[in-house]
């Protein structure tokens, strides 16, 4: 290899470490990241040298191997854009929080907080505590504990109060929830025992006393939050299954899924079970989500009877389920939001996009439009402004739909590769469009893009890049 070969030419890891800007890069990032880049780099081009390519100028060299640290350094977990229609999108991260939310649990992580201390006699005190009383005062339950999430709260509940006994719950309630919760199995690994009453269409009283025997521990309802059995249907009422569990000194206990501490017909939404509901029908306890429509953080809410719940925070695994200060203090700031009503719509974010009417979403549609059309004036698609209907997510209303507004862009011809190509260029921006495709149709529901930022949408629209595969 002789002097004037590029290989020899290529500069050395050490040399480049010299550098000024490497340097700034090493600063910031850690040389043993900048090295693993520039070395990367540094064989991806002697391969192409090895192919006849050509030596890359130093300066960009140096712009490459910039562009590849931060690449490699910048965080996984970024904010996105949520077109996609489903308001609460368990993939996007449910609700997001208030504001009042953020403050709060900026704080709680920066500092040193009184989490388990009280203040007031200056002992240990139960993390449970710092919302405890705001839970009850906006329930009317006597007593809550908090967990990590529903899944956990039923979890738990079932471990601590029906451990080796049997659980009895109608066949039309045994769900799926994304992912791994599905009731029986959950059944089984609380170590309760499962016994399924009546039919997938119609459960009665008589299903369910028939049941009973001495082995029972409780008798369970589950909201059935993600689908909805129609047609020739029977469910036994709440109070009912709760006397009959009450005439033999059990408890009734009710997942409510999502569960919301408000009437959301008062926001023009269909109605939905509340917590309170739950316990005027006379649950004796009642769980559900704090980041589907109750917009907290993750996290899971037992409420209810005040023996059960300390049964329950005696177990054991309540500590392997225990939420961290940073939850529990955005739990009570969101919380707290619930004492005025009248504002919440404002405040608490999923609320409002779902509360947000159509003429609205219109209204940001045909502000956008005009954007969208520019951005991808060199592709053959039509773009062009479309009535929606967004969903609430999350299980909760499955059959309900929003009526909303968005953009649609449909291929010319029969090429629907491109939508394909402008969904992933979409996903590729500084901060990723979902969108979804439906019927040869790339949708953008504009239902959850916050109008204060529509000119951050906008202004990365500049660096829209669709891949021409057609
Ligand atoms: C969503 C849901 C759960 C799980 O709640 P997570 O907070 O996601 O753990 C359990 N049961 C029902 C009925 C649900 O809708």
Known sequence: MNERSPFAQLP?????????????????????????????????????????????????????????????????????????????????????????????????????????????????????????KLICELTGAEAATV????????????NTLARDRKVVVSRGELVEIGGAFRIPDVMTSAGA???????????????FEGALDDETAMLMKVHTSNYSIQGFTHTVPEAELAS??????????????????????????????????????????????GDKLL?????????????????IKRNPLKRALRVSKITLAALEATLRLYRNPQRLAERLLALGQLARSQSDTQAAAERLLPHLQTALRKHSVDIEIAPLRSQIGSGSLPIER?????????????????????????????RPVIGRIENDRLL???????????????????????????
Do not use: M
Request: aromatic residues 2%; glycine residues 8%; negative net charge.
């Open 295 to 311: 917009g907290g953080p993750q996290a899971g809410l037992i409420v209810g009877r005040k023996d059960l719940i300390a049964t």
């Open 444 to 470: 953008l529901d504009l239902r959850c893009l916050p109008r204060d930022q529509e000119t951050e949408f906008i202004v990365q629209l500049e660096q829209l890049k669709v891949a021409s595969r057609c």
């Open 12 to 132: 050395s890891v050490s040399r480049l470490l010299e550098n000024a800007d490497i340097q700034a890069l090493v600063h910031e990032h850690g040389q043993a990241t900048v090295v693993h880049q520039i070395r990367g780099l540094l064989d991806e081009i002697r391969k192409s040298l090895a192919d006849g390519g050509q030596l890359p100028a130093t300066e960009q060299l140096l712009q490459t191997i910039r562009h590849s640290v931060i690449a490699h350094t910048r965080p996984r977990l970024r904010p996105v854009f949520n077109l996609t229609g489903t308001v609460l999108h368990t993939n996007l991260g449910r609700a997001p929080l208030a504001d009042e939310a953020v403050d709060a649990l900026v704080l709680a992580a920066r500092n040193p907080c009184a989490l388990e201390y009280d203040l007031e006699t200056g002992k240990r005190g139960d993390r449970d505590d710092l919302v405890e």
């Open 244 to 289: 009959l569990a009450h005439a033999q000194g059990l408890p009734f206990v009710i997942d409510l899924g999502s569960g919301t501490l408000v009437n959301l017909e008062n926001w023009g939404l269909p109605h939905e079970p509340t917590a309170q509901e739950g316990l005027a029908a006379g649950a004796d306890l009642v769980t559900f989500s």
């Open 193 to 207: 025992r499962l016994v399924e009453v009546g039919t997938t269409n119609r459960t009665h009283l008589r299903d």
């Open 402 to 430: 929003l009526d909303s507004a968005g953009i649609a862009i449909s291929p010319r011809g029969k090429k629907v590769g491109i939508l394909h190509s402008i969904e992933a260029a979409l996903r590729a921006l500084p």
């Open 147 to 158: 967990v990590n999430n529903n899944a956990a709260a039923v979890f738990l509940l079932l």
